[in-house]
Nanobody, 128 residues
Framework: QVQLVESGGGLVQAGGSLRLSCAAS????????MGWFRQAPGQERAFVAA????????YYADSVKGRFTISRDNAKNMVYLQMNSLKPEDTAVYYC?????????????????????WGQGTQVTVSS
């Protein structure tokens, strides 16, 4: 069982930066692949970024590639999402998620259905 708690959201002007954090409970955190998703009002929850258990393999949605960076610190049970050059269209609730498998063996890191645990989300608002 893993519990996830996101933090770091807030209001920022376009072009600014934020770093989201996800604190995970549980001794087996290092065995989980992790992902970030976001949900804007009236839209479905969408994939943002993912990382395998070791932090070596990184995956990004095209819309954030080059602007966002996902990372993890297994010693601290933390996952981060560094968001730079923010745009108004990045406004959403951001969710951290854990996949009980250590790798995305089927390559479906973008699919909500493979993640077993979810946090409550943190709001990110980017003003123009």
């Amino acid at each position: 069982q893993v519990q996830l708690v996101e933090s770091g959201g807030g209001l920022v002007q376009a072009g600014g930066s934020l770093r989201l954090s996800c604190a995970a409970s549980g001794r087996t955190f290092g065995a989980y692949a992790m992902g970030w998703f976001r949900q804007a009002p009236g839209q479905e929850r969408a994939f943002v970024a993912a990382v395998n258990w070791s932090g070596i393999r990184l995956y990004y949605a095209d819309s954030v590639k080059g602007r966002f960076t996902i990372s993890r610190d297994n010693a601290k049970n933390m996952v981060y999402l560094q968001m730079n050059s923010l745009k108004p269209e990045d406004t959403a609730v951001y969710y951290c998620a854990a996949d009980a498998q250590s790798e995305f063996y089927s390559g479906n890191y973008y699919s909500r259905s493979i993640y077993d645990y979810w946090g409550q989300g943190t709001q990110v608002t980017v003003s123009s």
